[in-house]
């Protein structure tokens, strides 16, 4: 077994070999099979993948339907709070190592090749392009977030331009399996609306929650379903400015952090329906964390993560002393416990309904300066992949983005390997046999952009399924490329 251990040999990272199989349904003592954890390294190596890939692409509509609107990207514009995604897709879902069948299905694959749409990608995988910038009348690059929850329908944002390029606006929308669009919030006018945050949360109503800057000149974060929209807290009340990224569960409860107008900083959550907004914590007074009086900064400002098992919040913060140290913590209503020491770096936090926590970190080990995915699960943190092993780093985002992780505990994440030109959507410690697709395969034919994955939190469901947002080159696009949200789901359906 390989460990990393911490400079202060407090706590021990476990790091596992992948599974070559989809994951069996979790058994009622093992509630979190799919949670990389600490295993005996085998004699043998693992079944060697085979060369050969192949996968059944699957669109949602014809290249060149709707029309194309040219105008300003929308991707970095003045005072927009950008946030690059890290990549995403649940562990575990590999190809069966059987090398004479691949051999046998890429004679007959290569025999249908001229017929068909084919997305050079992970064999255990179907992709369905959900949304096209040029098909669906969005601006390039303006994707920055993509959410999916039980159902496969997809949350996001993108931006329109009017036709003569000299104005833009948000759209928060809400896309199927189909490709079929529900618009959430949309204002051509900006009578309402300035712009919205990138995150978009949902939840398995089809609800959604982001925050917006209104024409008024409040923030306000709202929950919305595309026929209603309800405010959860504004700027016209007790606060006086809000994290940007939300996070929403399946009772309608959405977390958020922000600043009071006394300057109290810290984590509310609210629904909404005419009860007051839940207070967590503030800065001004302690808490208790693993049952010690603690002080919290309240001063991170990045996307909390609320479960549907009792609105569990997990975040990142800073603990208040002599020397201001950082952790990933989770709660709620001023009792929290640890899932990140607080001797590292972190990103933000994710958790899942068995209150397993995700998220990126730095350490020293030994001397050596480590970037980790890693799992939090009852205070014991297991290594999902590192810079030691295959991998150069992960989210380009500052705060780093949190690894989406479902309730079977895979994990999905973004990285990009040591040539710094390969970048992808991966699930394990090995980025070969790990990956979901990379930057040297292709979708529908066409050569994917290779810095140009991005992925949110919330992008893996209990599926497997994972959705993500990339560019592909399109020499018949005057920028020489399209923007497109693509949705991977396993060939073989995984048991409830």
């Known amino acids: 077994m390989r460990q990393l251990t911490d400079r202060k040999n407090k ?58 609107i040219r105008g300003a990207g929308g991707q970095a514009r003045e005072g927009r709070f950008w946030k690059a995604e890290g990549a995403f897709r649940s562990t575990g879902l590999q190809e069966k190592p059987i090398i004479l069948d691949t051999i046998l299905c890429l004679v007959v694959l290569l025999a249908v090749i001229g017929l068909t749409s084919v997305a050079h990608a992970a064999v255990g995988y179907n992709f369905t392009r959900l949304v096209d910038h040029v098909d669906d009348n969005f601006n390039l690059r303006s ?26 606006w948000d759209v928060i929308a809400r896309v199927n399996r189909a490709g079929v669009i529900t618009t959430i919030a949309e204002d051509p006018a900006r009578t309402q609306f300035q712009f919205s ?14 925050t917006a800057f209104l024409s008024n000149n409040d923030i306000a974060i709202f929950r919305a379903d595309g026929t209603s929209m309800t405010t959860i807290a504004s700027t016209a009340g007790r606060f006086s400015s809000f994290g940007f990224d939300t996070s929403l569960n399946n009772a309608g409860e959405v977390a958020f952090t922000a600043q009071l107008d006394n300057g109290e ?43 549907n098992t009792g609105g569990e919040i997990a975040f990142r913060d800073r603990v208040n002393g002599p020397v201001p140290v950082e952790g990933i913590f989770a709660g709620r209503r001023g009792v929290f416990r640890t899932l990140g020491p607080t001797d590292h770096f972190y990103g933000d936090a994710n958790n899942n309904d068995l209150g397993i926590g995700a998220f990126e970190t730095s350490f020293n080990n030994n ?58 959507v991966f699930t394990g410690p090995n980025p070969k046999q790990d990956a979901i697709i990379t930057s040297k395969e292709k979708l529908d034919g066409a050569q994917i952009i290779s810095s140009s994955f991005s992925v949110c939190s919330e992008a893996l469901n209990n599926l497997g399924e994972v959705v993500f947002i990339v560019d592909l080159v399109d020499p018949t696009r005057i920028e020489g490329f399209r923007s497109a949200i693509y949705l991977a789901s396993p060939k073989k359906p995984l048991a409830p």
């Not at 599974?19 to 058994?27: G, L, N, Q, S, T």
């Not at 945050?197 to 982001?210: A, H, K, L």
């Not at 943190?381 to 780093?400: C, E, K, Q, R």
Request: with cysteine; net charge positive.
């Open 11 to 68: 706590w021990h990272f476990r790091v596992t070999t992948p599974a070559v199989h989809p994951p069996a349904p979790p058994p009622a003592a093992m509630p979190h099979p799919g949670l990389l954890r600490a295993a005996q390294r085998v004699a043998a190596a693992p079944p060697e993948r085979p060369g050969a890939r192949r996968s059944t692409a699957q669109r949602s509509r014809r290249m060149g339907e709707g029309r194309a």
């Open 367 to 424: 001397g050596q300066f480590v970037t980790a995915i890693a799992t939090s699960n009852a205070g014991v943190l297991s290594i999902v992949a590192d810079t030691l092993n295959g991998y150069a780093g992960f989210s380009v985002s500052v705060p780093a983005t949190a690894p989406a992780i479902n309730n079977r505990g895979q994990v999905a994440f973004r990285g990009f390997l040591p040539d710094f030109t390969t970048y992808g």
């Open 265 to 307: 900083q810290g984590l509310f959550s609210g629904t909404g329906t005419g009860g007051p907004v839940t207070t967590h914590y503030t800065s001004a007074r302690p808490v208790l964390v693993d049952g010690v009086m603690t002080n919290l900064a309240g001063g991170n400002f990045g996307r909390p993560s609320i479960n």
């Open 143 to 168: 994707f920055t977030c993509a959410s999916i929850n039980e159902s496969g329908d997809v949350a996001f944002k993108g931006t329109r331009s009017a036709p003569d390029g000299l104005s833009l």
């Open 197 to 210: 945050s990138n995150v978009v949360s949902i939840n398995d109503s089809g609800q959604t929650s982001f």
